[in-house]
């Protein structure tokens, strides 16, 4: 049974709030794990995939105590699509049955593009996900081999191919750049090669390793074969423009899309909403209080309403993070929209720390938004560190 620390989101005798819109669901199973990778994942533990997915369903059952439609899920890992479709859909099929799903929600799921079959693609399709986020990484196959990929750019391509074949349209692509052995030639060309399949999303993401991470030990910092912060930047720049001359819409630090195709699930994190998170290490943000669940497999499974970690955001805590995520939008900061959710006043509050910003070229402030300049989206960790 788990344990007695247990968060359900609501008692009946509580006054009606807001229930979140979102849901997180991990799926922590992969087919292999990446040299770079410091999520939660498990290899060759494809036995107790059930029992980890029934796990799931009870956590599910027991958390969401009424039901107010969401309008996002998203199953992401791991590898959600590497698993059998009926073991996800038995989630989903809980999801509908505890929350709730209104009718246009966005439902995706994260792949490598070795797992996508076009049968499976069409069963995830019938299940109802509508949009597919597929971890290419790059589409070099002297970069896959350095950081560890497990497929080919071969394979990258016809994932890509499948999901279409299958009727997916929704399409998010993921890259990586920092990576070693990666040059702004070769980075220069997988944007390339990538922003022609016309897809309406990409994501792009510099490579950042842990300490321990097997990466590290074959290409240690400072390496000749591993980019330094200064390519990365020029890598950064490269990303930008790229994606601008292919159409694709800046709308936050790593993310761009053509109109309509945002992620809705990832705005509700930028927008500082509330959301759901089950499954192993599941991070949420329920009723004013951030938590996540056990990190250690079996003591996720032991324990699944347990939690690792617990943070009740206090009012000072909840306005410095709707900074730091809403800073790394495009659309930035709605200056009066701020003011009535949080009751602060951005320039009163923050006065001396926006004009040093703006003076420097990294916020441009006009009479209703905060945002930051390209050369502060370039800089986003240093400058919105100052706001932790
Ligand atoms: S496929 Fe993704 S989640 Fe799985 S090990 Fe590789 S990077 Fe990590």
Redesign the pocket.
């Known amino acids: 049974m788990p344990g007695c620390l247990q968060q359900t989101y609501r008692q009946s005798s509580d006054p009606v709030k807001p229930m979140p819109k979102s849901a997180y669901i991990h799926i ?1 199973f ?5 040299d ?4 939660a ?1 498990v ?1 060759n533990l494809e036995a107790r995939i059930p029992e980890y997915c029934r796990t799931v369903v009870k956590e599910i059952e027991q958390r969401v105590s009424s039901k107010s439609p969401l309008e996002t899920i998203f199953y992401g ?3 959600p699509g590497y698993i059998d479709t009926r073991e996800l859909a038995l989630i989903h099929k809980t999801l509908i049955e505890t929350a709730g799903i209104s009718e246009n929600a966005e439902v995706s799921l ?1 792949t ?1 593009p070795n797992a996508i079959s076009t049968q499976k693609a069409y069963d995830w399709l019938e299940m109802g996900i509508n949009r597919i986020s597929i ?1 290419i ?1 790059s589409v070099n196959d002297h970069e896959l081999t350095a950081m ?3 497929h080919t750019r071969v394979q990258a391509f016809a994932g890509v191919k499948a999901a279409q074949e299958a009727g997916f349209e929704n399409i998010a692509v993921d890259l990586m750049y920092g990576l070693p052995e990666q040059t702004l030639d070769s980075w220069q060309s997988c944007l390339d090669e990538t922003l022609s399949l016309g897809l309406p999303h990409l994501s792009a993401y510099a490579m950042t390793l842990a300490t321990n991470s097997p990466l590290l030990r074959r290409y240690p910092m400072g390496s000749p074969q591993m980019p330094d912060d200064d390519l990365a930047a020029s890598m950064y720049e490269m990303l930008v423009a790229s994606a601008d001359k292919a159409g694709l819409k800046q709308y936050e630090v790593s993310n761009f899309s053509r109109a309509g195709y945002a992620s809705k699930h990832n705005l509700t994190y930028w927008h500082n909403d509330e959301y759901y998170g089950f499954g192993l290490s599941a991070h949420r943000y329920v009723d004013g209080v951030r938590s996540h669940n056990w990190r250690s497999f079996n003591r996720y499974l032991d324990d699944y309403l347990g939690h690792e970690n617990l943070e009740v955001i206090d009012a000072e805590t909840r306005i410095k993070e709707a900074i730091i995520l809403g800073l790394r939008t495009t659309e930035g900061i709605d200056f009066s929209q701020f003011k009535k959710r949080y009751g602060v006043d951005l320039l009163t509050k923050f006065g001396p720390k926006i004009d040093k910003f703006a003076d420097q070229g990294l916020f441009a402030a006009s009479s209703s938004h905060l945002k930051l300049t390209s050369k502060g989206m370039l800089l986003s960790n240093l400058v919105l560190a100052e706001f932790i």
Do not use: L, N, Y
């Open positions: 922590p992969c087919a292999h794990k990446c770079f990778c410091d999520f994942v290899t890992g791991g590898t994260e490598t971890g990484e560890g990929r497990d």
